[in-house]
């Protein structure tokens, strides 16, 4: 099979994916703010409550669309939710209340589950040797989604906080259209997989992967990882304007600054990263990395010194793909989807934990009534993850040694 056109599917679909997480968070606390009322601590709050009801969307959905794509392939549900991606996009361009923002932010969520069935296709059409640098691509995908995202929120943002829906609405037409004529079908009779609702829910998966030695604690420390990592778009919007008085411009050339690295290393350095140290380095070296930039960052007081270390940051960035890599070698090929459906679980239950950690975090750090004000106070949190996921991570070690 010729997988360039289809990659290049796969990628759009996960860039737009991830511009539904991005695109949102120049404009959020001035959306939230003129739908709702309220200052920008409460507007905070009701950031979480959005980006947590979108990821128990995915939390939910995304094992169910997984274990579909393994029944009746991966074509007809990637394509289906672009059309009601395409759709969400417009109902949240019209949102006139905090209510239909909610419900739009709760079908946007499910639309964009099928990162499961979109990683499942690269995993299908990839050997093994390939994966770890695909699943890289992923993640590139993702980084240049969160570039696109902030970038045109934050330009888009003069015209109104409603125009760069209508943009990304456009954006998932098109790829539909694009899919449409190009995607082919990548389960065969050979890796088909019965459904079963059993596998179909983040805990039946789990339960059923977990059977492979090493999967449960490697999937126990994505989730850790993912909860750690995901303080970037939780709470940056609202960090930079306490810390820094940044508009939503700003905003947005800081954290298309972070995702143009992101891509960059997820899409071409760590295939270099991965040769020089293997996975298990590979993991350590971002795990240490990760720990300094977020102490860097808790306490930086300087915007000038803050923008040179966003793009940064993002060089630690290479445990994701590494541990996806480890754990699809791991599995058979018929429960690829099934794996990337957990892993998207694993990454929305993060999301579901991540926006209400810190921003409750944040809310307490920078309240009028704080004995102490300290902005950066979630990425204190973030650095103690990144030490659970180390002792999580040589705790596998010492297991498969023994």
Do not use: H
């Not at 990304?168 to 259209?177: D, G, H, K, T, Y």
């Not at 449960?216 to 820094?244: E, N």
């Not at 694993?346 to 920078?366: D, E, H, K, N, R």
């Amino acid at each position: 099979m010729d997988s360039r056109l289809p990659l290049t599917f796969i990628m759009i679909t996960l860039v737009i994916d991830a511009m539904g997480i991005g695109l949102v968070l120049p404009v959020m606390p001035d959306l939230i703010e003129d739908v709702s009322g309220g200052n920008l601590a409460q507007a905070a709050i009701w950031g979480g409550i959005l980006s947590t009801s979108f990821a128990v969307m995915q939390f939910l959905f995304g094992p169910l669309l997984g274990t579909l794509s393994d029944r009746f392939g991966r074509r007809p549900v990637l394509l289906v939710s672009l059309l009601v991606m395409s759709l969400d996009y417009l109902v949240i361009a019209l949102a006139g209340s905090i209510w239909i923002l909610l419900a739009g932010r709760i079908v946007g969520g499910i639309a964009a589950s099928t990162q499961s069935t979109a990683t499942a296709f690269v995993a299908d059409i990839s050997t093994p040797e390939q994966k770890a640098a695909r699943f890289g691509m992923v993640g590139a995908s993702f980084g240049v989604g969160f570039v696109l995202g902030p970038l045109i929120g934050g330009l888009l943002a003069e015209y109104g906080t409603r125009a760069p829906f209508y943009m990304a609405s456009a954006l998932a037409a098109l790829n539909l259209v694009f899919g449409y004529f190009i995607l082919p079908e990548t389960v065969t009779d050979r890796i088909r997989r019965p459904f079963a609702w059993a596998r179909a829910n983040p805990l039946g998966a789990l339960l059923d992967l977990g059977r492979t030695p090493g999967v449960s604690r490697l999937v126990l420390m994505f989730f850790l990882y993912q909860v750690a990592f995901f303080v970037y778009p939780a709470i940056w919007a609202y960090f930079a304007k306490a810390r820094f008085g940044w508009d939503p411009q700003m905003v947005g050339v800081s954290l298309a600054m972070f995702g143009i690295s992101l891509a960059i290393v997820q899409g071409f350095l760590i295939r270099f990263v991965l040769r020089w140290l293997g996975d298990r380095g590979t993991v350590i070296y971002g795990l240490a990395f990760n720990t300094c930039a977020f102490i860097a960052l808790a306490f930086v007081a300087n915007g000038t010194i803050a923008l040179i270390l966003t793009p940064l940051t993002a060089l630690g960035a290479v445990v994701t793909p590494a541990l996806q890599g480890l754990m699809s070698r791991a599995i058979p090929d018929n429960s690829q989807g099934g794996l990337q459906g957990l892993l998207t679980s694993a990454g929305a239950l993060a999301m579901i934990v991540s926006p209400l950690l810190m921003t409750q975090v944040f809310w307490v750090a920078t309240a009028d009534s704080t004995p102490f004000y300290l902005p950066g106070a979630p990425f204190l949190v973030s650095m103690t993850l990144m030490f659970a996921c180390a002792w999580v991570f040589l705790g596998r070690d010492r297991t498969a040694s023994a």
